[in-house]
């Protein structure tokens, strides 16, 4: 970092500092009701712990334990019986799952829940009311350990509320998705979506099919750039997840209240398992690996009953790894040509009555439906399992639009909205022209908190089947852990406020000043996260010949956009911005979004073509 950026950044987040006390209570994601009281209560070595007899709740307060041994050096120990300067976790009756209460008084910490859950997230929010040190993974000396006093009261707006991984396209270790769950479960997110097979790698372990792993998880090499640059890096790439490990992420998992959603695609998507057992498929292709490019693929499962026996084998194995109520079987994007030439479909369709090849893959989709129920399990899938006709007990995952949540929820079935245009959050967060290589279109931080999940054209029972809301993470291009966090981050977070903030509560301007006290808590967390909604926007449009309309702006509140157009960078008293602006085809457009003297985005710069 150079010497001007660290001036900067000192200077920047004294001011963040000067705001914070002004306003202390900044919690994302917004809590229901919060009542700001006078005074504070401090933490010191005598403050103790009080909770019920219960291995959850016990567990909950080590955390803050742990979290207090670890950033303050201060030991809190349980106490055995009920005193001042303690925090004293309260098991009520009459309240939700998820909802908790808050009370802090300058004598007590009081946490109010009638499940273990809401505990949880009233530590959570206890956390972001302390100094954002708490979150420190060393003893951070010289703080005042102090919370202001308060009553939060809070329950949330969806029971499902998602994020998504994959870790086919790039594979993350176990490490990594240990700190991915934490994220989630810091800012009260309640399902980890792990998308564990596709075409280019098989993740999981299958006992009874060891060849998954073996060879299925391995591709040759991987395509440089997108599906069309034809250009490799000649490497072979893979890594799978053991049984072992998939327990131990699934109880570090539940120990947050984290459910593990895992995801086996099927029919489609499924190379990389054809690629070992090509009797799988209905074998009328040339080629069975796993796939060394993204894209969609012909290879796909015949619906003969050899596939389906391997797929209850497969999902046998899934059940007893995972406790999770909902299996996510894929369902997307599954090409129809083999099909179409494949003998034994077509005989199938004739001998069941189906009119087309989608009812084929509706058919599908119920034959496993009807083995998963079988189990106690349900299934969930993306769009393409309502074509042909949805399963009976079947989930809808809404990827394409807002579309298939819609049908779903009005035939009475449940939905989490994830739409690509909203929710994908490896589309670009930035300018493109200025970003790393992405997938999709721009999707800026704005977009995304302003997006409604529930579509006004359900009616009010309707309505009611909008379970909740997830954000993807796919990673064709994201090969990295850093990489993934910046293009999450700060996006997830107006997924999560979203998600569990009701929609009263929701306003641009506010997150935004919340956000900008929580970058210090993920800074201390090392989360690199992406700053571009500071960034300005510069569109240049039509006019003459020789010149062209400028506008200008920025999705961040309260700041001023300073630009140039003689090429050199914009200082505090460059032009300040207010309309637009005609230049000739000699200048350049430079701009940048500043809060008095102090610049919060970077330079960002566009010519006359």
């Not at 994220?183 to 009874?208: P, S």
């Not at 929820?409 to 994830?418: G, I």
Request: a neutral charge.
């Amino acid at each position: 970092m150079n010497s001007e950026r660290k001036v900067f950044v000192t200077f920047y987040w004294l001011c963040v500092v000067c705001l914070a006390y002004a306003q202390q209570i900044n919690i994302i994601p917004q809590p229901l009701k919060i009542t700001e009281q006078k005074g504070v209560f401090e933490f010191n070595n005598r403050t103790g712990l009080y909770f019920p007899n219960d291995e959850d709740y016990k567990r909950i307060a080590g955390f803050l334990a742990n979290s207090f041994q670890q950033a303050a050096g201060i030991s809190m120990e349980t106490a055995s019986k009920l005193s001042s300067n303690c925090v004293y976790f309260k098991k009520v009756r009459g309240m939700g799952l998820e909802a908790y209460k808050l009370e802090v008084k300058p004598n007590r910490i009081t946490i109010m829940s009638s499940y273990p859950n809401g505990a949880f997230y009233a530590l959570q929010t206890l956390y972001q009311l302390l100094p954002e040190y708490i979150y420190s993974p060393v003893k951070k000396g010289g703080i005042t350990w102090s919370v202001p006093c308060c009553e939060i009261e809070d329950t949330p707006r969806f029971s499902y509320r998602g994020m998504h991984l994959d870790v086919c396209s790039h594979f993350f270790d176990i490490d990594y998705i240990k700190r991915y769950i934490d994220l989630i479960a810091m800012h009260k997110q309640n399902v980890f979506h792990w998308h564990l097979t596709e075409d280019q790698g098989w993740r999981i372990e299958i006992k009874k099919y060891p060849e998954l792993t073996e060879k299925g998880s391995i591709r040759k090499e991987t395509i440089i750039g997108t599906l069309n640059s034809g250009v490799y890096d000649g490497t072979p790439y893979g890594g799978y997840y053991t049984q072992e490990q998939i327990r131990d992420i699934i109880k570090y998992a539940s120990d947050r209240f984290v459910t593990v959603l895992p995801e086996i695609e099927m029919p489609g998507h499924a190379l990389a398992a054809i690629s070992c057992y090509p009797e799988l498929s209905c074998g009328l292709e040339e080629k069975y690996e796993p796939a060394t490019r993204w894209g969609v693929f012909p290879q796909v499962y015949c619906p003969k009953e050899k596939t389906f026996a391997f797929l209850e084998d497969v999902l046998s194995e899934i059940f007893d790894l995972f406790p999770s109520p909902i299996i996510h079987i894929g369902g997307d994007e599954c090409p129809k040509q083999s099909w179409e030439k494949c003998l034994h479909c077509q005989v199938l369709m004739k001998r069941l009555g189906l009119k087309d090849e989608f009812e084929l893959q509706s058919y599908f989709i119920q034959r496993i439906e009807k083995f998963v129920n079988s189990k106690g399990r349900k299934i969930i899938g993306w769009d393409e399992i309502l074509q042909g006709g949805l399963a009976p007990n079947a989930m809808v995952m809404s990827w394409l639009g807002e579309e298939g949540g819609i049908k779903a929820a009005k035939q009475h079935h449940n939905a989490v909205m994830c739409p690509n245009q909203k929710y994908y959050l490896d589309y670009y967060q930035g300018d493109p022209s200025t970003e790393r290589l992405a997938m999709g279109h721009y999707v800026p931080l704005k977009e995304v908190y302003d997006y409604n999940p529930v579509p006004n054209k359900l009616t009010a029972d309707e309505k009611k089947y909008i379970m909740g809301v997830e954000g993807c993470v796919w990673t064709e291009y994201i090969t990295t852990p850093e990489h993934v966090e910046y293009m999450a981050y700060p996006r997830a977070l107006a997924i999560c406020e979203t998600a569990w903030s009701s929609v009263e509560n929701k306003n641009w301007d506010s997150f935004i000043h919340r956000l900008e006290k929580h970058f210090t808590r993920l800074d201390e967390k090392k989360v690199n996260y992406c700053r571009a909604f500071y960034d300005v926007n510069i569109e240049v449009g039509k006019d003459g010949t020789y010149s062209k309309v400028v506008s200008l702006s920025v999705d961040a509140p309260d700041v001023e956009i300073r630009y140039t157009t003689d090429g050199s960078d914009p200082v505090s008293s460059s032009p300040l911005y207010k309309i637009p602006f005609v230049i000739n085809p000699s200048e350049k457009v430079k701009a940048r979004s500043f809060r008095g003297l102090i610049w919060v985005g970077k330079v960002t710069s566009k010519g006359f073509n």
